[in-house]
């Protein structure tokens, strides 16, 4: 038996965010169940995921379920000591731990005022003083970890770790509100929103089509502020590929890209594809492949 995971709507989700960012963002396979959020499918989580009452939840392969998403880091980081889910030295990871545990209990003011919504950007939120005092404490925090510990890449720890699955929905909020922060939070955020994981999240909550009228807010509105996905839309087959690159099943729903037509073997797997084409490493193999034919 395998992990199982209870996630929530993508696009709203902040800790389902988190929980499955701890095992797409350190390879480690797990199987999904979507429960929708604020609807009668949260009784079905219950009686599923019993004891959990929150998202995320999970089944461990021997059948226990564990929740909040700290537990659930701790855990995998104890079972997967090779996939680098904390840092390696010591000190580095103490200053984690503390970093994911203040995030995991912490910024009350700036969640509550902005929410997590990856299928909007609003250009002014209007942030109170409370909001303001906890973006500079995170700034503080952040700048802190990548002086001391981030010389090896654009994380915290320089290497991804459990501390950065834990701000990636802060990364999206400060993106999604258009938040003041000086330029290396704002480098921070950029690499956050470019990060192959966090774009298959976001592309997949745009293929869920859900949307919750609770995170709706009056505020302008602006273009999404990560990298703008290559141009795709719905088409009729044929396509040239017979299989999907998902799946390996037959092909029943297409896409135009390129002014090519590809196949996938369900409306969310072309959907999802469609949101950000470059975020699928099977499906790039597939045109890098017919590219290949065609030049050979
Ligand atoms: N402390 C929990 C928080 C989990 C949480 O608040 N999840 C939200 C979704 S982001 C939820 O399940 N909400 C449903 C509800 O409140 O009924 C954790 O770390 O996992």
Same mark, same amino acid.
């Given at each position: 038996m395998a992990y199982e995971l209870a996630i929530g709507d993508r696009s709203y989700s902040s800790w389902s965010l988190r929980g499955w960012l701890l095992f797409d963002a350190f390879g480690l396979p797990v199987t999904l169940r979507r429960y929708r959020l604020y609807s009668p499918e949260m009784d079905d989580l219950h009686r599923d995921?019993?004891?959990? #009452? #929150? #998202?995320p939840a999970l089944r461990l392969p021997e059948g226990i379920v564990t929740g909040e998403t700290l537990a659930i880091a701790e855990t995998l980081a104890e079972r997967h000591p090779g996939a680098g889910l904390w840092p390696e030295q010591a000190e580095a990871r103490a200053a984690a731990r503390y970093l994911a545990a203040e995030m995991h209990s912490g910024f009350a003011a700036l969640r509550g005022h902005c929410a997590m919504n990856l299928l909007k950007s609003y250009s002014d939120c209007a942030p109170d003083a409370a909001v303001l005092a906890d973006l500079a404490r995170i700034e503080s925090r952040w700048s802190g970890a990548r002086a001391r510990y981030g010389a090896g890449g654009p994380w915290l720890f320089g290497r991804y770790s459990i501390a950065d699955a834990f701000f990636a929905p802060v990364a999206a909020r400060i993106a999604g509100h258009n938040l003041p922060v000086g330029p290396d939070a704002t480098a921070y955020v950029a690499a956050h929103l470019a990060h192959p994981s966090f774009r298959r999240w976001r592309a997949m909550g745009w293929a869920e089509h859900v949307e919750q009228p609770f995170y709706r807010r009056p505020w302008p509105e602006r273009p999404w502020p990560g990298s703008v996905p290559r141009q795709a839309e719905p088409a009729e087959g044929p %396509? #040239?590929?017979? %299989?999907?690159?998902? %799946?390996g099943k037959p092909v029943t729903d297409f896409l135009r890209l390129d002014g090519r037509v590809w196949g996938f073997c369900n409306r969310f797997c072309r959907d999802k594809t469609m949101a950000?084409?470059?975020?699928w490493p099977a499906f790039l193999a597939m045109e890098a492949n017919l590219e290949a034919v065609n030049h050979s």
């Open positions: 995921f019993a004891p959990a #009452l #929150l #998202l %396509s #040239l590929n017979v %299989s999907c690159p998902c %799946s950000d084409p470059d975020a």
